[in-house]
C-alpha cells in the first residue's frame, strides 16, 4: 500500500466485531497508517490489516499517481 491508495475493509472477527469502511491511505508511519475514512482520520496497524488481508476482508485500490 501507498499513500494515495483506496483501502475498502469488510470484515468480522471471530469475536463478532464488524468492521466496514472505505478510506484513503493519508501516511504510512512505520508500523502504523492512516486513513481518512468519513471525513475523519483513523490509525490502523498495518499487522490488523494483513489479517484482514488473508481472510479475505480487504481490497486495495491503487491510486493512478504516475510517480508509481
Known amino acids: 500500500m501507498q499513500?494515495?491508495?483506496v483501502v475498502k475493509v469488510d470484515?468480522?472477527?471471530?469475536?463478532?466485531n464488524h468492521?466496514?469502511?472505505?478510506?484513503m491511505l493519508m501516511g504510512i508511519y512505520g508500523h502504523k497508517l492512516e486513513f481518512m475514512i468519513d471525513g475523519?482520520?483513523?490509525v490502523w496497524r498495518?499487522?490488523?490489516l494483513e489479517l484482514i488481508k488473508e481472510r479475505g476482508g480487504l481490497?486495495?485500490?491503487?491510486?493512478?499517481?504516475?510517480s508509481r
Open 59 to 66: 481490497t486495495v485500490l491503487e491510486s493512478k499517481d504516475a
Open 11 to 16: 470484515y468480522v472477527s471471530s469475536q463478532g
Open 3 to 5: 499513500v494515495g491508495d
Open 46 to 48: 498495518m499487522s490488523d
Open 40 to 42: 475523519k482520520f483513523d
Open 19 to 23: 468492521w466496514n469502511w472505505v478510506g
